[in-house]
């Protein structure tokens, strides 16, 4: 189809050309440079026969892969037919430039010279190893660590068996567990006040004139008991210590806990 200006498409041009017998109507085949006849529409060729372009009237071509003339050309004559192919690249992404794809990209023979080094380990959540990876079976049942260093490997419990179902057999006993203290407490004087409250009891004779009683002697010595009043109040008191020890040995625990975490599996997987 015709434009004038540039073609929003993009157009191939091939020139065959070829050197006629005595007579010669049809060309087709192999012309002078070994490239073979084709073209998609009749409508999009010219034939020059000595440099004069053809009207369609003038030659027929329906097949694709031949042209033939209505009168036949003389010996040694040149003719050259020029086939034009149009297409439209529509929704592209520049190979040069990049772009965007805004859908699903499937590979189905993997992607070359792209994406990860050879070698690189990448974790995935799934049994197989995607194409262009190689699942590694090195390590099985396994938890990750975070490092900031060089990586490795330890422990020696499988993840499953670290955690399992939680048990219920943890048991702790007295073991060998001993307390050893000395020292001791000062002395402390309590006051008045701290003293339980009490009194004394005072006994003794008292002498009195007599002189008027006949026969007394003049004295009268009379016994008696007599108590102090009530003293001290009870109050609270501290006393002083300085004291020392140690403890020695350790409970003794028996058994194991458990914890059945929920977990979701991965493979590790190389680039090939």
Known sequence: MPYIGTSPSNG??????????????????????????????????????????LVPSDYTATTGTTVVLDTG???SDTLQIVVYDVFAVADTVSAKDGGT????????GGVVGAG?????????????APTGWTKQTTHNDKSLRLV??????????????AMATPTSNLAVAAGNLAVSMSGNISNTTLSVNQIP???????????GDNSTVPGSGGLNQEAYTAQTGYEGGGG?????????????????????????????????????
């Open 12 to 53: 191939v041009r091939q020139t065959y050309d070829y050197t006629a017998t005595a007579g010669q109507t049809s060309f087709s085949g192999s012309d002078n440079n070994s490239q073979t006849l084709r073209y998609t529409d009749s409508a999009y060729i010219d034939v020059y026969q000595n440099g004069i372009l």
């Open 73 to 75: 050309a003389t010996v």
């Open 101 to 108: 794809f805004t859908g699903a990209v499937t590979f189905s």
């Open 116 to 128: 990860f080094p050879s070698g690189t380990s990448m974790l995935f959540q799934q049994s197989a």
């Open 148 to 161: 900031t260093g060089s990586v490795g490997t330890g422990g020696s419990v499988a993840f499953s068996t």
């Open 197 to 207: 409250s009490h009194r004394h009891s005072i006994s003794g004779r008292k002498y």
């Open 236 to 272: 609270s008191h501290n006393h002083g210590h300085n004291l020392s020890g140690s403890m020695s040995g350790a409970p003794a625990l028996s058994g194991s806990v458990a914890i059945n975490v929920q977990y979701v599996d991965f493979i590790i997987a190389n680039k090939d």
